[in-house]
């Protein structure tokens, strides 16, 4: 996940967490607070779940933010 913000300093540097996750995907997937990389912790088991949403919220050093979700 990408963010980008047009401020300078401590205002423009952009977090990443999850906004809204399930017990089960947090132990499945985790984000990179500073990157926005998605990494997946373990293997997929199709038989727990077959796709999973993950909202992603954004956050620069001004307060603002923004969300979305990964599919």
């Known amino acids: 996940v990408t963010a980008t913000d047009a401020d300078e300093g401590q205002?423009?540097?952009?977090?990443?967490?999850?906004?809204?996750?399930?017990e089960q995907a947090s132990h499945i997937f985790q984000v990179d607070a500073d990157r926005g990389v998605i990494t997946v912790l373990r293997s997929l088991d199709f038989e727990e779940g077959d796709s999973y949403v993950l909202e992603v919220q954004a956050h620069d050093g001004g307060g603002l933010?923004?969300?979305?979700?990964?599919?």
Request: hydrophobic share 30%; aromatic share 16%.
């Open 11 to 22: 205002n423009g540097h952009v977090k990443y967490w999850f906004k809204k996750i399930t």
């Open 65 to 71: 933010s923004d969300s979305t979700n990964v599919v």
